[in-house]
C-alpha cells in the first residue's frame, strides 16, 4: 500500500478530491429521504362490506428451546383493504393480474392532485379535468410513467370506519360519501397521457355514491393500476417525487396488500447529476495519480 502526502505535487489536491467523494457519495447513498405513503395493515384495516376482516394469528413468539428468540405469525387478509392496489383484472376481463404488472408499471413520478378544499366543501367531490389541467399548468406536463394520486385530506379518517366511509352505516355502500375520480378525468388521462397508476386517499377510486364504478372500468380497460387508501400525501410535494407501490406477487390476483412509498427528490441528491459528477470526479482522481 503507498499513501500520498500532501507534499507531493498535486498530493493536496488529491487529498481533497478523494475526501470530497466520500463525503458526496455518503450523502448521496444516506440522504434520500423516504416518506411511507401506508397504513398499516391490522385488525383495524378498512375493507369494502361483504369481505372479511383481516386476521393475525400468532404461531410462535418466544424462546426455543434451543436458547434463541423466535416469531413467526399467519395472516389471512381479503386483497382489497387498507392501502392496496387493484389489478386491471379486478374490473375488466382478461386484463392483467397482480402477477403479470410488469415492476415498471409500479412505480413512477408522483403527481399529486390537491383538492383538499374541495372535498371539504363537497364529500362527494370528483377530480375534474380542470385540476389536473391546473397541476399541469403549475408543474408542465404529466411525467410518462407517472402514479396519479388525489390528496382529498381523507386518509387523515383513517381507520374510522365512520368518517372513512361518511357515513354512520358503514355496511351500507349507498349511504358512502367520500371523494374520488371523475369518469371524464380517468378517460382523459387514459386518451392523454401515459400513466402506470391512479389512485386516492379514499376506500375507491370511484367516489362513494358511485354504483357503476366508472371510473375503476376505464382505468382497467387500459391496463391502467389503481390504488386506494394512500396514506401521507401530504408529507411529499405534488411534483417531485418518485412512487413506488410495492404489491404482494400474488399468483391469479385481482389485487392486494401494498407497502407505497416515496422518495422525496426535491430533497435528495439528482441521481442523474450524481452520475455525472462522479463521473468527473473519478476522471480527475486518476489523472491525478498517473501524474
Known amino acids: 500500500m503507498s499513501w500520498v502526502s500532501v507534499t507531493q505535487p498535486n498530493g493536496f489536491l488529491l487529498c481533497f478530491v478523494s475526501v470530497f467523494m466520500v463525503v458526496y457519495l455518503g450523502n448521496c447513498v444516506n440522504g434520500i429521504p423516504v416518506v411511507d405513503l401506508t397504513h398499516v395493515q391490522d385488525s383495524n384495516t378498512i375493507f369494502w362490506p361483504g369481505n372479511p376482516q383481516f386476521n393475525f394469528t400468532i404461531l410462535y413468539r418466544g424462546l426455543t428451546d434451543g436458547g434463541y428468540w423466535y416469531e413467526s405469525n399467519a395472516i ?4 382489497h383493504g387498507g392501502t392496496h392496489v387493484d389489478a386491471p383484472s379486478h374490473f ?3 386484463k392483467l393480474r ?3 404488472i410488469p415492476m415498471s408499471k409500479l412505480c413512477g413520478p408522483g403527481v399529486i392532485i390537491n383538492v383538499k378544499e ?3 366543501a363537497n364529500p362527494d367531490y370528483r377530480v375534474q379535468v380542470s385540476d389536473l389541467k391546473v397541476w399541469e399548468d403549475k408543474y408542465g406536463r404529466i411525467p410518462d410513467g407517472a402514479v396519479v394520486l388525489m390528496n382529498s385530506g381523507w386518509s387523515d379518517k383513517y381507520p374510522n370506519k365512520t368518517l372513512t366511509f361518511g357515513t354512520e352505516s358503514v355496511n351500507d355502500p349507498s349511504t358512502f360519501h367520500f371523494p374520488g375520480w371523475h369518469e371524464d378525468a380517468a378517460d382523459w388521462l387514459v386518451k392523454n397521457r ?4 391512479v389512485g386516492v386517499d379514499t376506500p375507491s377510486n370511484d367516489y362513494g355514491q358511485s ?6 372500468v376505464i382505468l382497467a380497460t387500459a391496463n391502467i393500476n389503481g390504488l386506494e387508501n394512500v396514506a401521507n400525501l401530504d408529507n411529499i410535494p405534488e411534483a417531485g417525487s418518485t412512487i413506488y407501490v410495492a404489491v404482494i406477487n400474488l399468483q391469479d390476483g385481482s389485487g392486494g396488500p401494498a407497502r407505497v412509498f416515496a422518495t422525496n427528490l426535491d430533497n435528495s441528491v439528482n441521481a442523474a447529476s450524481f452520475s455525472t459528477s462522479f463521473k468527473w470526479v473519478l ?7 498517473l501524474g
Open 76 to 79: 389471512q387478509t381479503p386483497e
Open 92 to 94: 375488466a376481463k382478461d
Open 98 to 100: 397482480i402477477d403479470q
Open 118 to 120: 374541495k372535498a371539504r
Open 194 to 197: 401515459n400513466v402506470n397508476v
Open 211 to 216: 354504483t357503476t364504478f366508472d371510473a375503476h
Open 283 to 289: 476522471a480527475l482522481c486518476i489523472l491525478l495519480t
